[in-house]
């Protein structure tokens, strides 16, 4: 049974350009959450999403960022007109239920680095 | 509200002991603990329930006081693969896991 997969596993972008990072939950597993790491710091929740639904985006950005679960493929979180500040590891994490009481499965990341 | 780990570091030798605990100001539901080594990503350890339960996996175990909003994850003689950052996760219900900064251990020969 695969895990949580994240690609690419590294990004480089120039600042202003766009930053595209995919996430594909275990198999069964239908709650993704977007997480972001700063270097020798802790995990900082970005956004929560179901199949199709936004359930929690309180820790994302308002501008530049946005979040999506489509009904068929990948979740992607989008970072538009990316700056210096952006560079940072995300994570991504699923589970079979929603959060609290079910365990999250993180993915391998995705280590942005903007130029 | 972010959960307060300690220690924020800690060394020890092969075959020692450590705690690293988790507390939070906010009534917890459930205590999920993950270990991350550099450049990796975080690794589920345990989650504990509403309940006051303990539970164990091998060496490592933990405990759950939900009327003190702590948790206490406990490492018995440690060994080299056991070094690397210690997160505690923290929900009150339905919310997403909000987590400490870490705790880093470093077991050393």
């Known amino acids: 049974n695969a895990g949580v997969m994240q690609n690419p596993r590294h990004l480089v972008r120039r600042r202003g350009q766009e930053a595209r990072l995919r996430c594909s939950p275990m198999?069964?597993?239908?709650?993704v959450y977007w997480y972001r790491q700063l270097p020798e710091e802790g995990l900082k929740f970005m956004v929560y999403l179901q199949k199709e639904n936004i359930i929690d985006e309180s820790g994302m950005p308002k501008e530049r960022f946005s979040a999506e679960f489509p009904k068929e493929g990948p979740s992607i979180l989008r970072i538009q007109q990316v700056v210096r500040g952006d560079s940072a590891a995300y994570f991504c994490a699923s589970s079979r239920t929603g959060p609290g009481g079910e365990t999250q499965y993180f993915g391998p990341g995705t280590r942005l680095l903007v130029l | 509200q972010q959960p307060v780990q300690s220690p924020q570091a800690v060394i020890l030798r092969e075959g020692e002991d450590a705690v690293i605990n988790c507390s939070s100001s906010k009534a917890l539901y459930s205590v999920h603990w993950y270990r991350q080594k550099h450049g990796e990503a975080p690794v589920f350890l345990m989650i504990l329930l509403k309940g006051g339960e303990q539970k164990g996996h091998e060496k490592i175990s933990a405990s759950f006081n939900e009327k003190k909003q702590q948790s206490s994850l406990y490492l018995t003689a440690s060994q080299l693969s056991y070094s690397g950052t210690y997160f505690c996760?923290?929900?009150?219900?339905?919310?997403?896991?909000?987590f400490g900064k870490g705790t880093r251990l470093s077991v050393i020969a």
């Open positions: 996760g923290t929900s009150s219900g339905n919310t997403p896991l909000v």
């Open positions: 198999k069964g597993h239908s709650h």
